[in-house]
């Protein structure tokens, strides 16, 4: 169950980030949205981390991980910026 949170935690803290810093106003920057996708992604990390690997290992998978769930929502906030705020690029 832990692991499965672990997977969805990280769109849901980002998509409620997104429906947040979008509806009442745009004050947020792209600064910001790319500091959303990297602290929603850190929960991910969790399984990673508790691989019986070295540390080294888990470090390096961490980080790739990081790198593929940041290119991933960077693509679905377009998709999601598009879709529920018709703000298409």
Known sequence: ???LLSFVAPLALFSG???LSR???RVFTETSDFAAMFLSAIPG????MRLPFPILAKL???VGYLA???VVFFFYALFFV???FRDCL
Not at 45 to 48: D, K
């Open 68 to 70: 593929i769930v940041g």
């Open 17 to 19: 980030y997104l429906m």
């Open 82 to 84: 598009c879709a529920v």
């Open 45 to 48: 990390c969790w399984p990673i």
């Open 23 to 25: 509806w009442p106003a």
């Open 60 to 62: 390096a998978l961490c």
């Open 1 to 3: 169950m832990w692991t």
